[in-house]
């Protein structure tokens, strides 16, 4: 499918804050490929980035500073430039009269925003929302909510206990960048220079249980962030879900171990088939149960993927299971994008 620019007076004037980074990127490559409609396309990021010019479909256009960018020429802004920068120009594009899609924490639990993950609470675009903000969950937080919707549909969720494996691209394009040089660094010996920015100790052939910072429950706040948001998403205010966020040496793709207890007993067999009902879910033992998703392998996907679904031994209602999503495309600019598709197929811009 084209995105070449689309005329006509139904398709939306739209803007990427954050475009030069790696979730803005994404963003842009996902528009090209599933040719969202825009009648304009407006890339904004950092004075540093001002005059830079990309390609979008084809056509050139230059990344314009935020500072000097007029929020009346958008419909809809996507923000991912991190929070300060959304708690600052939110509001500047909302009172512009532009509907903000914003891929920070800034203003998920703001109760007059939408916290939405298209495939499970995609009715909560019916109108638009009181802030003008529609809120983009957390990388971990999406991939997992899509999964827990379909299983408590049919058996009741009791609690949840999840274990993350995040990947760096979780900060960007310099928690990659930092990744490569620490493990350049590690390779060549003890003795060698360098020191860590992002990811304190260093990432290289290590795994850091710790994401974001330290509340004082002992929890981070990652893990709050997956508590508060997956409740918020299902609209499942009690629903008891408990996470341990743990930063690992990938590039890209986060994974999770789910361990989930449900209100009445679950046959192996039909859970698969309720999981890979699921959309845009791909079960990998559906054929054989050695078979699993690894990041590396699953690469850059569009899809959830999910192996190692074990029913415990002991607890009948109990099971495990292991997903795999691209956290840049899944857990960032794919759910954005298809936030933004869901909008305009509602006429709610
Ligand atoms: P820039 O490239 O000009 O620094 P990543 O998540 O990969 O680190 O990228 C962050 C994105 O947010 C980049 O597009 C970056 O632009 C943008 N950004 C960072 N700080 C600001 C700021 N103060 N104002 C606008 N955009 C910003």
Redesign the pocket.
Known sequence: MSSAPDRTAAAPRVAI????????TTMIEIIEERGLRYSELHLV??S??AGRKLTVAGREYEVQA?EEFDFGQADVVFF???TT?SEKWVPVATAAGAVVIDNTIAFRMDPDTPLVVPQVNAHELDRRPKSGVIANPNCSTIPLARLLRGIEDRWGIRNAVVSTYQAASGL???GVEELQESTRASLQGPDADFEPQHFKPALAFNVIPKIDRFLDSGFTLEEEKMLQETRKILGLPHLDVTTTCVRVPVANCHSESVYVECQSPVDRAELVEVLAALPEVKVHDRETVTAFPTPAVVGSSDLVHVGRIRATQNNPRAFWLWLVADNLRIGAALNAVQIAEELIERDTL
């Open positions: 804050v954050g475009a030069t980074g790696a979730v803005g990021a950092s540093r980035s935020i991912s430039a991190g920068v960007g394009y310099s």
